[in-house]
């Protein structure tokens, strides 16, 4: 594994921080888990509520077999089995923004079993994360606090809406491996479609599991820290509860079990009740809902509509592609920029006449590179770029066929993300290509060579590094859009010349 395992350093020598996560990831659907009511975020208050999702008397709720579906396929990527046979149970918990007084989820028999996820961390090295098992279930509505000076309202939006509940083992051992786990959890399910992964609008969020131990001792008491909405504070969440923990036992203390939650501002975590047992919530079968059978078929069925995965997508570009582990790891982080990539690379291989494997680390160096960072400055997400892959395929070609230089192709490429105007346009129509005719350059050197007289005469006694200077003059004189290489050919052969 290579890696140094991680640990904390207490005052009475080091500990060991053991992280388990139990992620919500909400099912891309239309509709909710047991009714027709509509699903998209950011609805008005309370226009998406069926009699089911109210709890009215005598509703009875029935079975989405999309969410089902996306059940079974994130099952079947995150390489778990799955349960033929599988039941709904009601939890009974007293929630204002929960009108049943019970949330339909399944207990015993889930409908997804055990699995391991392999998760590759920055170093490369690869950890394997037990999945303990994936349920359904519903969600609950929204409490909202502060708008009105003496009453709470609800929303009821989210009320039934469906979930998956995906719980891992206690397999993950630093702030990094939990991160790193919720990331490739998010790839997947993104990349098969099942979850958009939208953690700022709670589409897929963590409740974290934390415990801490002296190195090859038992389980420590865990606390769990509730509904954590972005990697970034999963990870500052797992450190500050497990140093927390390591203060408590180093005074003499002990852990208590509870829920807790994580305040990102203060970077701590706060008690938020003292934990609840399974048989707290009295689980009981929901009587209204039958087993849910599945046939082989049907499984079958969902194994066949994967797309390729993410793990393998980065084999593929390191080995049919030629990308570095770097290049690879980068453009397989997200489905979308995994598409816009393929999409680049196939423009790029045909306007070039080469294979993909030619043009793939050019492709590669320009996205990660350039467009990366031009998507940063405007705060926008590829799906969203100004740029489409087959302008950024005329922009690599014109690069390749001497048209543009670097400058130019990043001068070039300013004024696309402006005007969404294609290279070819903007190069042809603002003058911008690159000079390639041999007497214009031949010419701008000699004018230069002219003028520096002095300079020329201090080469010619050695003072080598003037060479750099003289580019420079020439690319000025031509406003920077003579050929690099042939100004220094011109140049070479036109100081050799004079020192003859
Ligand atoms: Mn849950």
Known sequence: MGSEPFRIEGETGPFEVVVGLEVHAQI??????????ATAFGAEPNTQVSLVDAALPGMLPVLNGECVRQAVRTGLALGCRINRVSRFDRKNYFYPDLPAGYQISQYKEPIVGEGVVEVELDDGTIRRVGI???HLEQDAGKSIHDLHPSFSLVDLNRAGVALMEIVSRPDLRSPAEAGA?????RQ?????????GNMQEGSLRADINVSVRRPGTPLGTRCEIKNVNSIRFIQQAVACEAARQVAVIEAGGAVQQETRLFDPERGETRPLRSKEDAHDYRYFPDPDLLPLELSEAFIEECRASLPELPAARRRRYQEELGLSPYLARVLTADVAESRW???LLAATATRLGQPPCAVAERAANWMTGDLFAALKRLDRDIETSPVTPEQGAELLALAADGTLSGPLQKQVFEIMLET?????VIAATRGLRQVSDAGAIEAAVARVLAAEADKVAEYRAGKEKLFGF??????????GKANPQLVNAALRRALAAETR
């Open 188 to 196: 997947i399910l993104r990349a098969i479609g099942a979850c958009d």
């Open 132 to 134: 303990e098992r994936i």
């Open 470 to 479: 003289f580019v420079g003059q020439v690319m000025k004189a031509t406003g």
């Open 341 to 343: 990539f393929e999409a």
């Open 28 to 37: 891309v659907s239309r509709s909710k888990l047991f009714s027709g009511a």
């Open 420 to 424: 969404g105007e294609n290279p070819g």
């Open 181 to 185: 786990y919720v990331a490739t959890l």
